[in-house]
């Protein structure tokens, strides 16, 4: 009796414990994996969720720093690994929309690869040009722009990063020349905007806000479809006459595909009950970034929405990546 | 005065229990994972973190800078008891500062490091306290064109770094810069020399080829003679430098501190540069240039200044304006920004506690890594006393843990071994690597901001010579490349007619 006890109480658990194993989870440390190396706005925010996650769930959040290939990295490691929700990636826009697209030998699909979980915070670029630029307005810049084509040159942080491609999208819209300098990273195009190197920037709000309150940069517009609480004077694009001007940066929550809906919605609801705590708003706040937490077909059809019209925007400015 | 009142209430900051507390801890966590091979302060950091929301402000501040330049100062620590450089600017401390431990001073090494850093970084302090604000005005007169001059003048001084033959310096060079241009080129997004590895992407680590090139390179050259590996037990002589030592440091010291608080103020090079470029100053000024590459005391003693100036300085554009100018500084600035402190110019007049609790403690942490490291010193040395066969694997596999952790991609390791048996080529072949290295950190910055300029005069490349501050620097770099030349000249043609006699 004892033995045939010894024989099948391990049997038993063997078959209890995928059941059990959804239902308990997480038992064990859960990894976001980040296409970016520590320090940027995507790390913040991962690190501010996964914290608040870990408080929750009861495990920690591990944050795994993957940078390389424009994200591709980070995405193809997730895509490949095993769907049981230890294993999550922490998605930023143009680095799903835009970089597995241009990417030779791709090695995932975007829209196949993966369950997205909730976007977690979405924020604009503001448009700023040097103080001594002399416009006030967009329509100020546009008829600038025209009058000297080519003499004005804008700042990114490399060819097809947001701050690029917004500002090839400005270019289609209005049909002015601007001229395209890449620096490494956002910092190098803040330091030749303040030094005149370049003339304007599409930069992010953490990046021009604190020289935008000195003085030392002049905002023009913000990206978005809504003005941003930080610069309530300032128009969105889409209200100084460039209908339909919408570029955001976000931040999501993926899991690969084919994890448990149980699961995926044990995420969900614990990533949106962090996003609405007090803390995590007032710090999302303070990096001019707003909570979202939608659901995960909705975040899905946000990444769809905005691959299609990035692959216009790159077509028609003819711009070519590899 | 306002700077004496800013001053006393950024020492009442930093003299404070905490601020001396997590200051401490800083410079001694610094210090350790500095000594760790591969492993920076940068991955330290992130891995803190979390920790430091439940601190003051200032307290975390102070306590993530001290792991900054802790590290930077470990780093020294190893690059001369080991021959690995985890840090860009500890390649040069390689150079001299290994060869002396090599000779059994290691100590006397470690010492003029230590003293040499921390009088660069008190002077670098003072420069920092009385003029941040004007000379981050002053660097942003920097543009693409300057950077690329300034780069020129680093380059020619590379081929100052090496003793013996011209040719092989100026063909290590090349093949630096050829290396450099592996991973995505940043005017146009295009892959190059990626062989399809998307860890390519982004280029070759630094850390990986220098910890290649120098410290495996010599461990499995070591193999091969066993006389080397007794060397450095068998004749340890005294571990404080000698009144000599002192004399022949004290203005090697002084320049290296000058060039490196000028050339910290330019983001991202100047750590590097001001080290490379204080070591060709040295073996330039010096009457015994021939000493250089085998223990010469003036080696160590300028580029460990310049480095430690400039790593103080380079502190300038991170506090006045909020612009990081690598990881490390991005993750302090983000961690004000997670206490609800937006980084930016405002800081200073808004925060003034922070900034000057900051200035002030990096002086008290320079002062703690004196006293830390010189009882400590005895310690170092007899470390190398450690029979060759357990310190050395022991080294090997710290090494290739610590460039795991670059980015968590095992292609770094890999590459650590190519790069060791590559070095060890090189060894064979008495090609030096150090003008290599250099080459392999400025080409890739040199062909972006050369790129960017050329893009700015829409192709004129006059843009370099009527920007009075980037001919100022060619020209720098003609004088100092006539000044190698013309002797190599003279002496060919002194050997042409003495054979034609």
Known sequence: MLKLKALVLPLLIALAA???????????????????????????????????????????????????????????????????????????????????????????????????????????YVLVVHPDVPVKNIDELIAYAKKNPGSLNFGSSGTGSPHHLAAEL???????????????????????LLGNEIQLVFGSVTATLPHI?????????????????????????????????????????????????????????????????????????????????????????????????????????????? | MELFSNLALGFSVALSFHGLLYCFVGVMLGTFIGVLPGVGPLVTISVLLPITYNLEPSSALIMLAGIYYGAQYGGSTTAILVNLPGESSSVVTCLDGHQMARRGRAGPALAIAAIGSFIAGTVSNVVVAAFAPALSAWALNFGSPEYFSIMVLGLVTAAVLSHGSMIKAISMIVLGLILGLSGTDVNSGTYRFTFGLPELTDGIDFVVVAMGMFGLAEIIANIQRPEAREIFSSKVSNLLPSRADM???????????????????????????SSFMSYALEK???????????????????????????????????????????????????????????????????HPDLFWGLVASMWIGNLMLLVLNLPMLGLWVKMLAVPYRLLYPAIVILSCV????????????????????????????????????????????????????????????SIFVTRPMSVAMLLIAAILLASMLIPMIRHKKEEAVASDA
């Not at chain 2, 060890?424 to 400025?442: E, N, Q, Y």
């Not at chain 2, 890739?444 to 960017?452: D, G, I, S, V």
């Open chain 2, 284 to 350: 330039k000024f010096s009457r015994h240039p021939e000493r250089f590459g085998h223990g010469a005391i003036e080696g160590v003693a300028g580029p460990e200044s310049a480095n430690n100036a400039a790593a103080q300085t380079a502190f300038i554009p991170t506090l006045t304006l909020g612009i990081p100018h690598n990881g490390t500084m991005a993750l302090m600035l983000g961690a004000l920004t997670m206490f609800g402190i937006a980084p930016g110019p405002q800081v200073m007049t808004s």
């Open chain 2, 402 to 461: 610590g460039v795991y952790t670059l980015s968590n991609s095992s292609l770094s390791v890999v590459l650590l071994a190519v790069f060791g048996l590559v070095g060890l080529v090189f060894v064979k072949l008495d090609f030096a690597p150090a003008p290599l290295l250099l080459g392999f950190i400025l080409g890739p910055m040199m062909e972006e901001n050369l790129r960017r300029s050329m893009v700015m005069s829409r192709g004129d490349p």
């Open chain 1, 18 to 124: 995928p059941a059990a194993a959804q239902s308990d989870y997480p038992t064990k440390p859960i990894r976001v994996v980040l296409p970016f190396p520590p320090g940027g706005g995507t790390d913040a925010v991962a690190r501010l969720i996964g914290d608040g996650m870990s408080k929750r769930l009861g495990q920690q959040v591990l944050i795994d720093n993957r940078p390389g290939a424009g994200g591709n990295i980070a995405s193809d490691l997730v895509a490949r690994a095993a769907p049981d929700g230890y294993t999550l990636l922490m998605g930023f826009s143009t680095a799903l929309t835009v970089t597995p697209g241009v990417s030779p030998n791709l090695t995932f699909n975007v829209a196949k690869d993966f369950t997205p979980i909730t976007e977690l915070a979405a924020g604009q």
């Open chain 2, 247 to 273: 004399k022949a440091s004290a203005w090697p010291i002084a320049r290296g501190t000058a060039l490196g608080s000028i050339l910290g103020i330019l983001p991202g090079t100047g750590t590097t540069i």
């Open chain 1, 170 to 192: 400005f270019m289609a819209k209005t049909g002015t020349k601007l001229t395209h300098l890449a620096y490494k990273g956002a910092s190098g195009s803040t330091t030749a």
């Open chain 1, 213 to 322: 309150q000195v003085g030392k940069m002049r905002p023009l517009a913000t990206s978005g479809l809504k003005r941003l609480p930080a610069l309530p004077d300032i128009p969105t694009l889409d209200e100084s006459g460039l209908k339909g001007f919408d570029v955001t940066t976000w931040y999501g929550l993926l899991a690969p595909a084919g994890t448990s809906q149980a699961i995926v919605d044990k995420l969900h609801d614990t990533a949106v009950a962090v996003l609405n705590e007090e803390k995590t708003k007032e710090t999302l706040n303070s990096l001019s970034l707003e909570p979202i937490g939608n659901t995960g077909p909705e975040f899905g059809a946000l990444i769809a929405r905005e691959t299609a019209s990035w692959a216009k925007v790159i077509n028609e400015a003819g711009i070519k990546l590899e």
